[in-house]
């Protein structure tokens, strides 16, 4: 998923991290150099879903304009949630 808007620098990588984690879903969330805020997550679809969700809006000084998001088969690759730090 690719989160638009005001999404840097009002802690959404936090916000995302913290959600993940309390839903039980695995992946990981950066920031993009244009100012997107691209993540993975991998879970039960409806926890995954629930964090999509949460995603649309985002944290409480987070504006999200558009969120592209592309569905996949989980690879059981991710255990944990982390933030990524560089792109």
């Not at 991998?42 to 999509?52: R, T």
């Not at 504006?63 to 792109?87: H, N, P, Q």
Request: proline share 3%; hydrophobic share 40%; glycine share 14%.
């Amino acid at each position: 998923m690719v989160v638009h808007g005001l999404v840097q620098g009002v802690c959404f990588r936090a916000g995302t991290k913290e959600e993940a984690q309390r839903l039980g879903v695995g992946g990981w969330v950066r920031n993009l150099p244009d100012g997107t805020v691209e993540a993975v997550f991998e879970g039960e679809k409806k926890k995954v879903e629930e964090i999509a969700a949460w995603c649309h809006k985002g944290p409480p000084g987070a504006r999200v304009t558009k969120v592209d998001l592309a569905w996949s088969a989980s690879k059981g690759e991710f255990k944990k949630f982390e933030i990524r730090y560089g792109w």
